[in-house]
């Protein structure tokens, strides 16, 4: 039986690719107990050209070739073409940090837990090439539900799917997908993860590498991205329709789409110049979300006032406290 599948989708990593594969084989772990599915998403650059010897070497790794359809629709195909009892998804620009890996899975498979979230560094490109030992943590587990694991460890701003073990069963049976074409998606499939999860760990236990500060999906802001979160905020803000969720649960839903949706407007005002787009950008979410609304506090619906009656004096606002707000990092 396979224990696990790693997938990698693959798009303009050439520089980073290599490490990444490199990590995933130095984890302690029999080649016939996981897999390895590196979904080709059409990539431009030498990307799946340096790493042909190492596919070549290891009879567990399975190629999936598609044309240029993103990095969402990379894992969803990924996830149909699996066969472990767990998945991991790491990005394709990030390592894991070695022999971290197996004490998560074991864990996994002794608990059946839906989802085994860890610990992660985060690091530049001189830091991981200088690295020479990561002194690692102590492994603890807390045991949690889904809803308990949503109100004390997501971050709205660090909905990073890589971190997570998933049991396979779980994310099939609740018919969990990334949204299609889009960036960010790793929100809404996190958020609603955590909302459906029954048994989850979260182990004091590093797992990963985030590298930080190079050209990747995020370094930029444009017209695109912006209507990508705006599907990003209308994907989550349908999570409330989720039967039965708590008054705290719902209310920090709420928190988090705010959250995603005040980081719409930080990118817009540094990467987005143009008037008519800014009109357009709003004149979508409004398309997307025409009940958007939120009243936790004076801030919020102060927010959601001027927002739903006078978008673009609420954005003059923001422009004019610009000076004020520190600039979004977008990498």
Known sequence: MTKLSIIIPVYNVEKYIRPCM??????GLDEDDYE?????????????????????????????????????????????????????MPDSDDL????????????????KADLVVADFLEMGDK??????????????????????????????RQCYVWRTLYRRAFITENHLTFVPGIRYQDVPFTNECYLKAEKCLRVSWLLNIYRRGHDSATASFDKKKAYDLCIVIASTWK??????????????????IFTTFTLLIYFMLYGIKDIADRKDIFAFLHKQVPDLKFNNGMKQRLTSFLFRYSPHFYFYIRIVLKCYTRKPNFG
């Open 96 to 111: 894991l940090i070695e022999n971290s890996l197996k004490p998560l899975l074991d864990k996994a498979l002794q608990t």
């Open 239 to 256: 999570l409330r329709q989720i039967k039965e969720l708590p008054h705290d649960v719902r209310q920090k839903l709420l928190d988090n």
């Open 127 to 156: 830091e991981i090439d200088n690295l020479k030992e990561i002194p690692q943590k102590d492994f603890q587990v807390k045991e949690k539900t889904g809803y308990e694991l949503f109100m004390e460890d997501l971050n709205p």
């Open 22 to 27: 490199e990590s995933i084989f130095k984890q």
């Open 36 to 88: 390895v599915i590196i979904v080709n998403d059409g990539t431009p650059d030498k990307s799946m050209e340096v790493i042909e010897d190492i596919i070549a070497a290891h009879a567990n790794i399975t190629v999936i070739n598609q044309k240029n359809l993103s990095l969402s629709v990379a894992r969803n195909n990924g996830i149909a073409a699996a066969k472990g009892e767990y998945i991991l």
